[in-house]
């Protein structure tokens, strides 16, 4: 990899770190999509799911902004996978989501710099679990 994408990695980072902060501070509230998410299919019309909304509208128009500005340099590393297989990593991402009672933001992020041991151990869980399936997936020729 070169230091071109490890500096676009950092900067990303530090700028999901920061947000996430800011979201704690301001607001009192921790920036789980899959919570999100899940409260907009409860199709219950809060403010809360207007700003949830909102958020995942911008997060959807930054990337395509990044992908106009930046136009061959975004990677696209899931060009000729199977749909059905991409469906079914969606449905069992959401799944695991659910059992774990939040996401990489809300665990990942969010739990870990606020010294969660619960979130400690959902990322633990979900990180061997990626790691084992791309291993597994490798091995048996599915991905390359």
């Not at 770190?17 to 301001?26: H, P, R």
């Not at 899959?34 to 930054?62: D, H, P, Q, V």
Request: with cysteine; glycine share 16%; net charge positive.
């Amino acid at each position: 990899m070169s230091a071109f994408f490890d500096a676009y990695a950092l900067v990303g980072g530090l700028l999901i770190g920061l947000s996430a902060t800011l979201l704690l501070l301001l607001n009192g509230r921790i920036a789980g999509i899959s919570g999100i998410c899940a409260n907009l299919l409860s199709l219950s019309y809060s403010g809360k799911n207007i700003r949830g909304a909102l958020f995942l509208l911008a997060m959807i128009l930054a990337g395509g902004i990044t992908y106009q500005l930046m136009g061959d340099a975004v990677a696209m590393p899931r060009e000729g996978f199977p749909v059905w297989l991409l469906a079914l990593s969606g449905f069992l991402v959401g799944v695991g989501t659910r059992l774990a009672n939040g996401c990489t933001s809300g665990h990942g992020v969010c739990g870990l710099g606020r010294r969660s041991w619960r979130s400690l151990m959902a990322t633990l869980c979900f990180m061997t679990t990626g790691i084992l399936t791309v291993l597994i997936l490798r091995i048996s020729g599915v991905l390359v």
